[in-house]
DNA sequence: AATGAATGAGAATTCATTCAT
DNA sequence: GATGAATGAATTCTCATTCAT
């Protein structure tokens, strides 16, 4: 043949449209919610119905593609703040990076507050995200940046406490209300436990 | 006569659909949230879908009619704090009723969480519920208790970001989350104002 | 007993609920067509859906019953016609006399436009009205008041097209459109034969 | 390449069924009217109902799509007719046209003949058909060819008078009747006012 | 005998997923 | 390999008719 080989031709053709598709995907998901259809995915990819389903088996499984890159890049964020020298400046800037992800994205807001779906992805958000952000909540308190009576373990729930905030505003880029209610947050964090709280 | 008029014996039939109705119709709302089918709700009943249109013209009335008597019996319980003496305890008092039956029924939740649905309902809570809470955080806030930074009408957000920790354990009736993290929210309130909140 | 047998007593209030439903059926089939729910009728009548049942095995029944009265009323009126001493004016008579029940009572409008509902109705009005209608057109035809180029069989259709105007405004109790365009009809029947009709 | 692009094979397959669709809901909507079923509709076609909401959003737009095809018809047929030098015989070409349109297609009867429905398509036939047939009214009355006791807004209601004759064999592909009545009230518009007409 | 209640059989519409080309 | 097309399974809601009291 004239040019490279047909199977690198479509090798070439078939990665752009898969990052077509993701980047559908992602865009579709963030603005729309898991409510968005295959077939508007498929439109604002320029592909397709059926090209979606030759790569994601299930709107699931695409779904946790998008969540997969996303998480990779939080990981590296937090691996940044981890690097912090301050633990609490630090756990501020872990939850940041989580939480602008989130209000950036509709569904990445339903994955974490919403039961009962999205479960295999809860998990892997607990693993790689709530796991090494959890070390750097471990570290504030240590230091005494943290009152005593919360564990590492509370740091989901505290984090959806703030996003639930940005649910009715979550198509401005800047969640001002996130950031708000951050900082409310945290000055109960560093409350020099005034009060008793009750098991939760 | 010894017995009933056939009038009121019918009745006690009907009564007892009716309330079987409302019964399976709360815990489904509840468990399931407003995407429960009425067909769900009909199984539960004991009863064919079509029984539940003969009282309920739409879903949304069946849900409202829920809806309706949980307020109503969240009014009663907001007007018995707002009786108390002490400013901040009337706030908390009235606050835990709402957050008890939020935290009870998933419904309840993604009415006040979800932007774009039940609008209808929303409106007639803000009127029922919200305005007469903001009354009692207006007056604990003129009485000091309440750092300066925060407006009444922040109030739906304050209590979402306490409802949101317990989504994911709404059918426990006691959701020890939302109590615990309430107390967590109280003092971020009552912080005497150590940080400067953005705008939300 | 104190008063007359119950056995009597049940027939006359039996009586008076046949009447109530003929009543309301009448009604409601004149206002909203075939269309209406028996549930709307019993309403009107004041009476169950089940005491409709009773009486009437279906729908279609319950509506028969309607059209006999109705149909016998028309049959005095023709009759009245008839006697009438000039032929044309008899027919007119009658004609109008059916013109008015249809055009005071939408079903009637109904089961005479439509094509295939309502059968056994049209047979009978075929029999009990147009058959009469047919001897005074005839006799109108006899005596050089219409046109030889139609035929007594054509009745039907002849005033369909009178009735078919009235379509728009059936509420009107005194449907002038009907009352203009049978004037314009009865023109076009007194034309002395100034065209070739084209066989029907 | 011999072959056409896999591009244009796919949209015969798919012109194919698009073209089966068109036809049966033409057929079925002349044959049964506006109430027959979307499935009924796709059995005919030899396709699943929701193969139809592919192509047409609703129900209402499938028969929207069927009357605009066959208005744009009327539409050059009216327009032939208007050059026609006698306006009395361009009048009746164009009702002819739209007659034969009506006979043919039972929903196109109902859509003119009921009220309350199809609205939106009334207004369409209002603009697209009557509103030239007025003018060929208009012209034929300034010839003195009409009666000057008609209106031309009447044209409608004159018309309706025709198909009503036809309402009972509308799958006639050649309505007789509906053309024997047409000549029979083309003498009652001749008529040089013999009678007078009652308003409408 | 009377009735309000109950329901089964639809009807329109949607969407994740599969298929034919 | 890619794709537009096709569809089965749901879902909300309606109504003539039957049933339990």
Redesign the pocket.
Known sequence: MATTSPDRA?RV??QR?QDRIVAAAHEAFAELGYEV???EI?RRAG?????I??RFP??ERLLHAIFDTRIGELELDIAAATAMPDPWEALLAGIRALIEIQTANMVFLQALDQSGVMLELKDEINVRVFEPLSVLFSRAQASGQIRGDLDPSELPLLIQMVTATAKHTPTCPTPASAVRYLALLADALRTPTPSVLPPG
């Open positions: 479509l053709d078939a449209n259809t295959i077939e498929a592909v397709g119905a059926a090209t389903y030759r299930t709107k």
